[in-house]
């Protein structure tokens, strides 16, 4: 079973920056993706950004050039650093991660969320 854990989320004015970070422990194999979620009030979940096991990284459009997501394969963490921030960023943020356990099974855990709140 892989956990895992996110942090950094609060409140922030507009402008401001935040970073949040996501460690994953447990049964690890490999993780092949991890990748940030957001879900804002009455608003189905959506992509923010994704960090695949070869390096590519996508973003919505709505976060390029102010979000920066990145990976510390040895500390199976991965951050997500925003800037710029808007009240529309407003939301609980996701982390996901899909791979392979010690046992060769696949996982794609999420974590508990981190409440991200910008005010105008």
């Known amino acids: 079973q892989v956990q895992l854990v996110e942090s950094g989320g609060g409140l922030v004015q507009a402008g401001g920056s935040l970073g949040l970070s996501c460690s994953a422990s447990?049964?690890?194999?490999?993780?092949?993706?991890m990748t940030w979620y957001r879900q804002a009030p009455g608003k189905q979940r959506e992509l923010v950004a994704a960090?695949?096991?070869?390096?590519?990284?996508n973003y919505a459009d709505s976060v390029k050039g102010r979000f920066t997501i990145s990976r510390d394969n040895a500390m199976n963490t991965v951050y997500l650093q925003m800037n710029d921030l808007k009240p529309e960023d407003t939301a609980v943020y996701y982390c996901?991660?899909?791979?392979?356990?010690?046992?060769?099974?696949?996982?794609?855990?999420w974590g508990q969320g981190t409440q991200v709140t910008v005010s105008s």
């Open positions: 996901n991660a899909r791979g392979y356990t010690s046992d060769y099974r696949v996982f794609d855990s």
């Open positions: 960090d695949t096991s070869g390096g590519s990284t």
């Open positions: 447990g049964s690890i194999f490999t993780i092949n993706g």
